[in-house]
């Protein structure tokens, strides 16, 4: 077979037909789109027609050619006339067409310029605070009638979010609070060592567990268990419209579904610190008794000692705005999920994320309210 080659005639003035001649398969290399392009730049052709009556053979890369030839070509307005080609070219032609092009498929997208992005940035920081306000307030009327015992959700399913927010809970914040108190004793007393004063890693990890550390590190683990637990049950909800259907029947979705769970969690949170203040603790006690041969009443009495009712209130409230926030996020979120097949995928994420970085905002914001403070 000839290779791929295109030859030129204009019976009008105003067109221009385009003979294709040879191989026009991948295997083949075609020649230049702009050869074409120029050819009706030159002759001022208003249309473009094609004649393969020649053409020995083609595949797919005669369509590509053809959709190149048609986007060269389109700022200037020239036709083309597609009834000389092949009739699968013209068929396959029709079927790219009426696919619709997804926005984000085109390779190569030039990149927003830093100030936009910025813009873009920001707009989508205010209308997500602007939500969360929303769904704040969404949330504070149940509340309110939970508190005055009107609410309209079923008690067994705020036992069982009890049940999945507490006791299924405990191993996980029992292994990572006890390695945490393990890593805290190890650098501490790697630290204190140097000026004799290993007795004092009782007193680093007490304070540390107990007034801080073991309800972030609960919280973390919490937005990672629970709070994506959350997002993708909603979600996986508003997917199967279980939430439309719950708004044609005139319940609130905030009420029945959003309520039990957030206050499951703010209940449990405290106990959960509770429990990981206790196993940091015995974790740094491992460390200071096992390895460094510290004695276990002077350890124990020294945590005792160093730790006051402020830091463990301290703690307590941190876990429990730690579980008001990781509802509120892992409701909002779900509630807010797309329908499609990676809706929930994306929810669950921005869930997560949500949650850690609301953490964190809100332990700095403890902190700094007790050092003004001075408790």
């Known amino acids: ?92 032609y029709s079927l790219s067409k009426e696919v619709p092009k997804k926005e984000d498929a085109e390779r190569g997208k030039t990149t927003p310029p830093f100030l936009e992005r910025i813009g873009n940035d920001t707009l989508h920081f205010l209308n997500s605070a602007q939500e969360l306000l929303s769904f704040i307030g969404e949330v504070t009327l149940p509340v309110w009638r939970f508190c005055c015992g009107r609410v309209i959700f079923r008690w067994g399913d705020f036992g069982a979010f009890l049940q999945e927010t507490g006791v299924y809970a405990v191993p996980i914040v029992s292994l990572i609070s006890f390695l945490f108190g393990v890593i805290l004793a190890f650098v501490g007393i790697m630290q204190l060592k140097l000026f004799g004063a290993q007795v004092y890693v009782a007193d680093l990890v007490g304070i540390a567990t107990v007034r801080i550390m073991g309800a972030v590190m609960t919280g973390i683990i919490m937005a990672g268990r629970t709070g994506a637990a959350f997002a993708a049950q909603l979600g996986t909800m508003v997917v199967n419209e279980e939430i439309d259907a719950l708004k ?30 206790l196993m940091g603790v015995i974790g740094g006690g491992v460390v200071a008794v096992g ?27 941190s876990g429990t705005t730690f579980g008001v926030l990781i509802s509120l996020a892992g409701c909002l979120r779900g509630l807010e999920c797309g329908r499609d097949a990676s809706a929930v995928g994306d929810a669950t994420t921005s869930a997560v994320v949500t949650s850690i970085v609301a953490i964190i905002v809100d332990t700095a914001i403890i902190i700094i309210a007790c050092s003004i403070l001075g408790i």
């Open 1 to 92: 077979m000839s290779e791929a080659a295109i030859e030129f005639s204009s019976p009008a003035d105003n067109s221009l037909i385009v003979r294709l001649l040879g191989d026009w398969s991948l295997e083949g290399e075609a020649p230049p789109v702009g050869e074409i392009v120029e050819k009706v730049r030159d002759s001022s052709a208003a249309e473009v027609s094609f004649d393969t009556s020649q053409l020995q053979s083609w595949d797919s890369s005669l369509l590509a050619y053809i959709i190149e030839l048609e986007n060269q070509l389109q700022p200037s307005s020239t036709a083309l006339d597609f009834t000389g080609l092949p009739a699968g070219v013209q068929q396959l």
């Open 248 to 277: 044609t029947l005139g319940i609130s979705p905030v009420e029945f579904l959003v309520l039990p769970r957030m206050i499951a969690l703010t209940m449990m949170m405290p106990l959960l610190t509770l429990f990981a203040n």
């Open 291 to 317: 390895v460094y041969d510290i004695n276990t009443v002077v350890y124990f009495s020294r945590v005792s000692e160093a730790v006051s009712v402020n830091d463990l209130f301290i703690g307590l409230f």
